[in-house]
C-alpha cells in the first residue's frame, strides 16, 4: 500500500514537472528569442512579399538618426494582410515620421480610398514623399500638419465622420493613446479595425518599475496604462500580437 501511495505521488510529480516544462516551452522560451529566427522570418516571408516602394523608403529611413521609429516591416506585413481582409476604403493614421506605414496602406487600400494621417513634423513625412509621389498613391493621402487630437476633435464635431472609418493606426505620442482610442472608436464603424504601435514598449511592460531602462522610463507607466485600459474596454475586441515593438489589434464591436 506504502509504495503503491509512492508511486501515485511520484506519477502525479512527473505529470506536473510535464505540464510546468510545457508551460515553460511556451511562455518563457518565445519562438523570436533569437536573432537568427527573426531574420529568417525577415528574409523568407517579409522581405520576399516587400513592394518595391516600400523597400526604398525603408532603405531611406535607416539613415534618419530616428529610423527605430519606423513601422517594422513585418507588423507591416500584417496591417497589408488585415487591410485588405477588411476591404478598408477610408483610413486615417496617426503618427506618420517618413511614411512607412502609411505608404503601406495607400498601396494596398483601393484607389479611390482616402488616409487622414496626421503629424506635428512635416519634414520627416517629406522624407518619403518622393517615394510615395513616385508609386502613384499620394493622391489617396490628405497630410494634416498639426497635433492629432484637435483634428479628431473636428472630424468628430461633423456627425457624418462618425462611424465612417473602416481602419486606423497609430504610432505616436504614448502617453495620449487613451486620449486617441476614445475618438478612434467613435470614428471606425463597427467592424471597423484600429492597430496601435509599440504596446509593448521594448518588453519593458513586464517589468517592475525600478527595473525599467531610464530611457524607457518616461512612456512605460503610459504603455502599462493603456494595456489595461484595451483589456477592460467592451467596445472593442483585442489581440496583442509580439510583432515589432508590440501591436495591438482592436475590432471595433
Not at 516587400?50 to 507591416?76: C, I, N, V, Y
Request: hydrophobic content about 45%.
Amino acid at each position: 500500500m506504502f509504495l503503491r501511495i509512492l508511486l501515485v505521488a511520484a506519477v502525479g510529480v512527473c505529470l506536473d514537472m510535464e505540464n510546468k516544462a510545457k508551460t515553460t516551452t511556451y511562455t518563457e522560451n518565445g519562438l523570436l528569442q533569437t536573432p537568427e529566427l527573426y531574420e529568417y522570418l525577415l528574409e523568407t516571408s517579409v522581405y520576399p512579399r516587400e513592394a518595391e516602394p516600400l523597400k526604398e523608403l525603408r532603405a531611406l529611413t535607416s539613415t534618419h538618426p530616428r529610423a527605430f521609429m519606423a513601422a517594422a516591416p513585418d507588423s507591416g506585413q500584417l496591417v497589408a494582410f488585415i487591410l485588405k481582409l477588411i476591404n478598408a476604403k477610408k483610413t486615417i493614421e496617426i503618427g506618420v515620421f517618413t511614411g512607412y506605414s502609411l505608404l503601406l496602406t495607400a498601396l494596398t487600400i483601393p484607389d479611390g480610398g482616402k488616409i487622414t494621417a496626421i503629424d506635428v513634423d512635416r519634414s520627416a513625412y517629406e522624407i518619403g514623399l518622393p517615394v510615395i509621389e513616385k508609386a502613384g498613391v499620394k493622391h489617396k493621402i490628405n497630410f494634416i500638419e498639426s497635433q492629432a487630437l484637435p483634428v479628431l476633435d473636428r472630424l468628430l464635431e461633423d456627425p457624418e465622420n462618425k462611424e465612417t472609418f473602416d481602419f486606423a493606426f497609430v504610432d505616436a505620442d504614448k502617453a495620449n493613446y487613451k486620449n486617441y482610442h476614445e475618438r478612434v472608436v467613435e470614428l471606425l464603424k463597427p467592424g471597423g479595425v484600429v492597430i496601435y504601435d509599440n504596446t509593448l514598449w521594448g518588453g519593458t511592460v513586464a517589468m517592475a518599475e525600478e527595473l525599467v531602462p531610464e530611457d524607457r522610463l518616461g512612456t512605460w507607466s503610459a504603455a502599462v496604462e493603456f494595456n489595461k485600459h484595451l483589456a477592460a474596454d467592451a467596445r472593442v475586441q483585442i489581440s496583442q500580437v509580439p510583432l515589432g515593438d508590440g501591436i495591438t489589434i482592436c475590432r471595433r464591436l
